[in-house]
């Protein structure tokens, strides 16, 4: 299949060892060839993920200005980048899913007619690469070998996203030998474009496993292997071959005797995630044995293993995570992976060549180069970093990383937690009943909007599973497929709500989160392998207030049962709230969510 591409011929120069490494399989070379035909760069670059070809292609993104090196004593290895104003955040009024029916997309996502959606892009990538090089971008999604990885090649004229690929991804001739001869791999077209957001389309063909993106350089527009692949297109392949793809963390809990809980953990972007994935306990809990490692802090794929078991594994090789309240404090994992090996997009700029951003220090810096280029001083009306600036960094660089990260059997997942950034109405945690009242509460999942996306901010938005913008597919058949894998387990994972975010009548948040959540997170363990308490309430399992340990946190009982207070008013308003999702669904609601719905009303 040509993808929508008139098969024609151009002369182009090549580069890169890696194009002998295709040389093999045909279907990537024609398809190269096809898409170069249509884009007509200048040169192409085969990349082969090789520690002295990053460093080649860095070095030419500072001579052209794509790249700043920063401090190499302070941050070696680290590059800043400086995105077009445009162009910071998902664009998911933009992004499309293109299946041959409406229904295939479903009311939740934005649908174009393949055939139409082809000719539109290519009447943008025609000559779009001209003056530029395609950088051929060969990647494995997943552990080589395990059952779930995928291959797939990304061609850009993003000098920016091949190196970034190289971090997020198993960038080089890794992809060519999983691979082999099969024509079963990702199509991924890429291009700037001219940045232009009236020229802006993210496209996915799921039943031509192909995405075609123009006119960002966004990383969740841009870096294909990412949300597009990982979650969109996985997804789909997930729903056809009884797998899931999902945007969650993966953890790994050890106790103090040796024996590790693995928890994958739902949060919308901006709610924590990358916290919760390189929680450090507090002293006590160090002390006493409780370690916490990270599998993967955005992306889970799951399926079932012969035993009947949920397993999981981390698609990608790296992290992407937001920068603004990441600090020593907050995230000291993360603050000692960043420190060398990474790419910094949007953060502020610092006279000695290091970089700042808002709630990195206490302390203000005195002046800094903003985000934008322009100069920033305390006082000046601007932020110095971007609300949703980024940085990409390997996860070898992660202090906890965990033993299993690499392991293509995957782990087995005991609990799934869902959870968003509520400042009224949901408690701090409890438990759902049972796998059905589980995908419930995470179908009616909602969460205050941050600047990950464009749009609103602080207004509630119905978030299922966290997958509203990833799910690939239709909204009904995706549930439908989250009911149907409980017949697949003869144990499976207990599901679980949390909510660090509550604030009280003042605005101040009730719990203080961070750390700290490994209190509530023992709770969650403990529940797993029946050794704590629960009370029944309307929502589900709840701990009692003895149940949580508050030694050295400066609350009291009260304090806890406030902010696990279940008040039935605004449930009930809750309840309201999320009929903006169910009319969208109107229909197609499965009568699973209608029937756990009706129980809670009774339970109320």
Request: net charge neutral; aromatic share 10%; glycine share 10%.
């Amino acid at each position: 299949m040509s993808q929508g591409l008139d098969v024609a011929r151009t002369r182009v120069a090549h580069k890169g060892s890696a194009a002998s490494g295709a040389g093999a399989n045909e279907s990537v070379r024609r398809w190269v060839e096809e898409c170069a035909a249509l884009c007509k760069p200048d040169t192409i670059h085969w990349c082969d993920g090789s520690i002295e070809e990053r460093d080649v292609l860095l070095d030419q993104g500072v001579r052209d200005g794509i790249f700043i090196r920063l401090n190499q004593e302070k941050l070696p290895g680290c590059y800043l980048h400086r995105s077009n104003q445009n162009d910071v955040a998902r664009s998911e009024h933009l992004t499309f899913i293109c299946s041959p029916r409406e229904d295939g997309a479903g009311p939740t996502n934005n649908w174009m007619e393949p055939k139409a959606a082809y000719a539109k892009l290519r009447g943008l990538f025609a000559d779009s690469m001209g003056g530029r090089t395609m950088y051929v971008v060969p990647f494995v999604m997943g552990p080589v070998g395990s059952p779930l990885a995928k291959v797939g090649v990304e061609l850009t004229d993003s000098l920016y996203v091949a190196v970034n690929m190289g971090i997020m991804t198993r960038m080089g001739g890794i992809a060519w030998e999983q691979l082999g001869d099969s024509e079963e791999f990702t199509r991924c077209l890429h291009s700037v474009g001219d940045c232009n957001p009236d020229r802006r389309y993210i496209c996915h063909f799921p039943q031509d496993n192909t995405i075609w993106s123009f006119g960002s350089g966004y990383g969740g527009n841009a870096l294909l292997g990412k949300k597009c692949l990982a979650l969109r297109i996985a997804s789909y392949l997930g729903q056809q071959q009884g797998w899931m793809a999902e945007h969650m963390l993966l953890m790994g809990v050890q106790d103090p005797k040796g024996h590790k809980t693995y928890v994958a953990a739902a949060f919308p972007s901006a709610c924590g995630k990358t916290n919760f994935a390189m929680l450090v306990p507090p002293q006590k809990y160090q002390k006493d044995g409780w370690k916490i490692t990270t599998i993967g802090d955005d992306i889970v794929w799951m399926w079932v293993d012969e035993t009947g078991r949920l397993r999981g594994i981390n698609p990608e090789s790296g992290y992407f995570g937001v920068v603004p309240g990441t600090n020593w404090e907050t995230n000291p994992n993360a603050m000692h992976s960043i420190s060398r090996d990474t790419i910094y997009t949007n953060v502020g700029l610092l006279p000695d060549g290091d970089v700042w951003w808002e709630d990195k220090t206490k302390e203000l810096p005195k002046e800094c180069i903003g985000w934008t280029g322009q100069a920033w001083h305390p006082g000046c009306g601007r932020k110095a970093a971007h609300p949703n600036a980024r940085f990409t960094t390997p996860m070898a660089n992660n202090p906890v990383l965990d033993g299993a990260v690499h392991d293509s059997a995957g782990v087995l997942v005991s609990a799934i937690i869902f959870g968003g950034r509520r400042s009224r109405t949901i408690p701090l945690v409890y438990q759902a009943f049972n796998w059905v009242h589980g995908v419930y509460v995470g179908a009616t999942l909602g969460s205050e909007t941050t600047a990950a996306a464009t749009g609103q901010i602080g207004v509630v938005r119905r978030d299922p599973m966290a997958m509203l913008p990833f799910i690939g597919y239709n909204i009904r058949d995706y549930l439908i497929h989250w009911c149907r894998m409980r017949k697949k387990m003869k144990d499976c994972p207990r599901v679980f709500s949390v909510n660090w975010f509550r604030k009280n009548d003042q605005g101040q948040f009730m719990w203080p989160g961070y750390g700290e959540n490994m209190r509530v997170l023992k709770w969650i363990i403990d529940r797993c392998h029946g050794q704590a308490y629960g009370v029944e309430s309307p929502l589900g399992w709840m701990p009692r207030t003895e149940d949580i340990e508050l030694d050295g946190l400066g609350l009291s009982r009260q304090d806890l049962e406030a902010v696990q207070a279940i008040n039935p008013p605004d449930i009930k308003a809750e309840l309201m709230s999320q009929e903006e999702l169910f009319l969208k669904m109107a229909a197609d609601l499965p009568k699973e969510m209608i029937f756990e719905r009706e129980l809670l009303v009774s339970r109320l």
